[in-house]
């Protein structure tokens, strides 16, 4: 077998004006023969990006890491990553890791029919959010639409086959502190209490405890019709400090180094 390097590299995603990058880099070497074979991830010079950083957003992080073995991160280089910032589609690996923790149980596999739910359907990106209720697909395509689209209306089907309190026990494993993320909020959930709730309702929403707040996204938000977000007009920043998911470089690094040795 030729010498070879393989690379994973996760989704970005950029919040500007109190923002956050948030970027896991993970490389494995393949050896062959005994022949070790340098890392391009090492080789690179990752503090060129510092600059680029700074330029795009008032707070960032980073951290590139290769994949040593289970559980054996080695990283290249960082910038603040321990640094707990808001993280957009990145809470996605900890729907994929639960999959694939029920997948691995036989809970679930990944060629059973997902038949799509009105409920579920959520706001940009993403195709689904077109398809007719009721329509029907793999459950390993419609995790690859959530990880490889970052379709909203994907991942909150996703969301709900694997079950919300199921992924937040998941999330728990790798994020050092889960508590901001308690209750996980779905996508649409997220647009509601972002576009949809009136400003006094939202700060009692997070006065409240989290049994207090699952009750409230049952009762309140999850009725709210899709039809209160059609005329969305987001011209800047809203609410990414409080109505968000939350992790440091390094609770991502994690999770993504335990999906790719499942």
């Known amino acids: 077998m030729p010498d070879h390097t393989s690379l994973r590299l996760h989704r970005r995603h950029v919040v500007a004006g109190g923002a956050a990058l948030a970027t896991a880099l993970s490389a494995r070497s393949l050896m062959a023969q005994s022949t070790p074979v340098a890392s391009p991830v090492a080789a690179f010079d990752w503090s060129s990006?510092?600059?680029?950083?700074?330029?795009?957003?008032?707070?960032?992080?980073?951290?590139?890491?290769?994949?040593?073995?289970?559980?054996?991160?080695?990283?290249?280089?960082?910038?603040?990553?321990?640094?707990?910032?808001?993280?957009?589609?990145?809470?996605?690996?900890?729907?994929?890791?639960?999959?694939?923790?029920?997948?691995?149980?036989?809970?679930?596999?990944?060629?059973?029919?997902?038949?799509?739910?009105?409920?579920?359907?959520?706001?940009?990106?993403?195709?689904?959010?077109?398809?007719?209720?009721?329509?029907?697909?793999?459950?390993?395509?419609?995790?690859?639409?959530?990880?490889?689209?970052?379709?909203?209306?994907?991942?909150?089907?996703?969301?709900?086959l694997a079950g919300r309190e199921n992924v937040e026990a998941m999330m728990s494993q790798f994020v050092a502190n889960p508590d901001p993320n308690l209750p996980l909020i779905s996508t649409r959930e997220l647009a509601m209490l972002k576009f949809a709730y009136p400003a006094d309702k939202l700060d009692a929403y997070y006065a409240a405890s989290v049994e207090e707040r699952r009750q409230i996204l049952t009762d309140e938000i999850d009725t709210i019709p899709y039809e209160a977000l059609a005329d969305i007009n987001q011209t800047a920043p809203l609410e990414i400090d409080r109505v968000e998911w939350f992790a440091s470089r390094s609770d991502l690094a994690r999770v993504v180094e335990w999906i790719y040795q499942a």
Not at 77 to 97: C, E, H, R, T
Not at 130 to 146: F, S, W
């Open 49 to 160: 990006i510092e600059p680029l950083l700074a330029a795009g957003a008032p707070n960032y992080a980073l951290l590139v890491t290769e994949i040593a073995g289970p559980g054996d991160l080695k990283p290249v280089f960082s910038i603040d990553p321990d640094l707990v910032l808001p993280i957009g589609s990145n809470f996605k690996f900890w729907i994929l890791a639960t999959l694939t923790q029920q997948v691995a149980d036989g809970t679930l596999t990944w060629e059973q029919p997902v038949e799509l739910a009105e409920e579920h359907r959520s706001v940009p990106g993403g195709d689904l959010r077109y398809a007719l209720p009721g329509t029907t697909y793999t459950l390993r395509y419609v995790a690859e639409r959530m990880m490889q689209k970052s379709d909203n209306t994907a991942t909150d089907n996703m969301l709900a």
